[in-house]
């Protein structure tokens, strides 16, 4: 049949169901946000001019381009040229010194004297007896400070052109614009946008905030965790964990059985007898959970071989006590858990003992009834039962079997997949059966049994059922 091994498939479930934990948490982390938000910004339009513009960026496209040859033109200019040679001549220095300077002084004192009222009346009315005077004294002062080398630097710089240009620019927005560009000229800012400008393109690129951005945007794409993720997400397997809610589970992790969720009798023997009774042809009687074992989380129906009394049913006499050679158990969720249509699964190991072991489903009435897995005479049944038990040949059932030898021997998931339209039986996933025809309409609840139809050898006994797990789900609304 090529049904798949049962640890292969519980492995692969639990993968599953581990790695969509996993995902969700990723999905929700900071890193995946971050990528997210570099993907936006990296992969646009915007993004690759902004890359284009920075690479292809040149020094004569810059504000800094523009104040060095604003810099450059003042500088070259003609009357600054004059300003700074005459700035640090030693004339400027000579002519600065004259003037402040005792000779200076007294000349243009002298000068004013020379120039006045009085010095001409003075000179008239002394005559001929001039020269002996106090004022042709000044006069020969005068004249000597006149003469001197010193007096008439002074004054022909003073009239220079060059002074004129030096005074004019001395003071000048124009001065003050060249210094303050100068400044920024010559400023560790103003180097490294023209040490920027001077690099290859690339290099240019590798300083600004978009390679930044760009390589963590890469860095984070090689994550293992974000490949992880988007393989995932393209393979989209988590859509069957999605399509199924769970509606009933049992493990049997608490070594006794939920009285919760299981009775250990046939449901209408409780609501109408609060007893349990044999059907026609068991040669078991069900007792009421002595033959329940746990070991390890794994339920044992036992059935075996030793005396009993209980009720039996009789279509001629109704309930009738009756002696009986075997026991064995069963649990049922008739009282706690129904559900019409949706997945049941369970994991179980057969004997190969000649007992019969079945998971089944039935609703109140003896029909309809679900085989979802039954191992019996060393056959293995699926089948479904619908109908009118009232009616002559209204018993209808559509049943496949196969050799039960492999499947007492190990754990296998057995499972019916319920829709209005079809019943689909597994095994490890394997499909063994579909049916659509008689479809249950109700709602239907889940028993696993075992029990004996013919004489047991006692040295095949006891013989166990082992369930290990009960799952039952629901369509995801």
């Known amino acids: 049949m090529g049904i798949p091994a049962t640890a292969k498939i519980e492995s692969e479930e639990a993968g599953l169901v581990k790695d969509h934990k996993e995902f969700t948490a990723y999905a929700k982390s900071d890193e995946l946000a971050r990528f997210n938000e570099l993907d936006k910004i990296v992969n646009t339009s915007d993004f690759t001019g902004k890359v284009k513009a920075i690479k292809s960026q040149k020094f004569k496209d810059t504000e800094e381009y523009k104040k060095e040859r604003e810099y450059l033109s003042l500088k070259k200019s003609k009357d600054i040229k004059t300003y700074f040679k005459v700035k640090g001549s030693r004339e400027l220095e ?40 106090d004022a042709y004294q000044k006069e020969q002062e ?14 022909k710089f003073k009239s220079s052109s060059q002074l004129k240009t030096y005074n004019q620019v001395k003071d000048s927005d124009r001065l003050k614009r060249m210094e303050a560009l100068e400044e920024t000229i010559k400023s560790e800012d103003f180097k490294k946008v023209k040490d920027f400008m001077a690099l290859k393109p690339q290099a240019k690129y590798e300083q600004s905030k978009e390679f930044k951005l760009e390589k963590e945007y890469l860095e984070l794409k090689k994550s293992e965790k974000l490949i992880w993720y988007k393989k995932l997400l393209k393979k989209n397997d988590f859509q069957k964990l999605k399509e199924w809610e769970l509606a009933f589970e049992d493990d049997f992790i608490n070594g006794s059985l939920d009285t919760g969720k299981w009775m250990t009798n046939y449901y209408w023997g409780e609501k109408l007898l609060k007893d349990t009774y044999a059907l026609p042809g068991d040669k078991h009687f069900y007792t009421r959970g002595k033959n329940l074992e746990f070991t390890d989380s794994v339920l044992k129906i036992v059935t075996k071989s030793e005396k009993a009394s209980g009720k039996a049913w009789n279509p001629v006499v109704g309930f009738a006590n009756q002696e009986f050679n075997y026991t064995s158990g069963l649990i049922s969720t008739g009282k706690s858990f129904r559900q019409k249509y949706g997945k049941v699964r369970v994991k179980a190991r057969m004997s190969r003992a000649p007992v019969r072991q079945a998971i089944w489903m ?24 619908w109908g009118n038990v009232a009616e002559k040949g209204g018993v209808k059932k559509k049943v496949v079997k196969k050799g039960a030898g492999k499947f007492s021997s190990d754990y296998f998931i057995y499972s019916v997949e319920w829709s209005p339209e079809q019943i689909t039986w597994k095994i490890n996933e394997k499909v063994v059966l579909k049916q659509s025809q008689g479809i249950p309409q109700e709602p239907m609840y889940l028993v696993l049994s075992a029990g004996i139809t013919d004489i047991v050898p006692e040295h095949l006994l006891p013989s166990t059922m082992e369930v290990d797990w009960v799952r039952i789900y629901k369509k995801a609304e």
């Open 362 to 385: 039935v609703g109140d009435k003896i029909l309809p009834h679900l085989d979802i897995a039954k191992i019996e005479k060393g056959k293995i049944f699926h089948g479904n039962f």
């Open 142 to 155: 005068f004249m000597k400070l006149k003469n001197s080398a010193a007096i008439k630097k002074y004054f």
């Open 94 to 133: 000579e002519y600065n010194r004259t003037d402040q300077s005792d000779d200076l002084a007294k000349y243009q004192k002298l000068a004013e004297y020379i120039n006045s009222r009085e010095f001409s009346d003075a000179k008239q009315s002394a005559g001929k007896e001039f020269k002996g005077t």
